[in-house]
């Protein structure tokens, strides 16, 4: 009994320290920088009232890997800590895809918005809104939060 105990026990330190590694190779080594973010609400009369969000950023591949594409997995648009749309826009690159991202190089990607989203009574058009931005790469996930962003109203 005594044996079978002290098993378990070497068992458990050993996956926890491997489930403790695993969440770190998890983590994409990316370094971002917002060059530009809008959000602005359509308000204008005779058009359906709606909600965009655009910009780019500057991203540099800081894995020991080549990088064929960065995506944007979805981005979440927060306030005051709720979440208040989870968007699916496009990420396009400045580059080519066709010519993948080298270890320390960087590049910049557009934050694209299609079509715009029908305005939520949760937006409080009077405050900022938080982007959390979820890229992916090799498989591999970074959540990227950008603050403070001024909800512009168009008439």
């Not at 080594?29 to 204008?44: C, G, Y």
């Not at 005051?80 to 590049?107: A, F, Q």
Request: proline content about 5%.
């Amino acid at each position: 009994m005594k044996q079978a105990l002290i098993l378990l026990f070497i068992l458990l330190v050993i996956l926890t320290g491997c489930s403790g590694s695993q969440s770190e190779t998890n983590d994409l080594k990316l370094d971002i920088v917002t060059q530009q973010i809008n959000s602005w609400v359509n308000l204008m009369p005779g058009s359906k009232p709606s909600f965009f969000i655009s910009g780019s950023l500057k991203i540099k591949n800081n894995e020991h890997a080549v990088l064929d594409t960065v995506k944007l997995l979805k981005c979440e648009v927060l306030q005051e800590g709720k979440t208040i749309y989870e968007l699916h826009p496009d990420l396009r690159s400045s580059v080519s895809i066709m010519d993948p991202m080298s270890p320390g190089n960087d590049r910049i990607y557009t934050i694209y918005l299609p079509t715009g989203t029908p305005i939520k009574k949760e937006l409080n058009l009077e405050k900022s809104v938080s982007l959390g931005l979820y890229l992916s790469a090799l498989n591999k996930v970074k959540r990227y939060i950008i603050d403070s962003i001024y909800v512009m109203k168009t008439y």
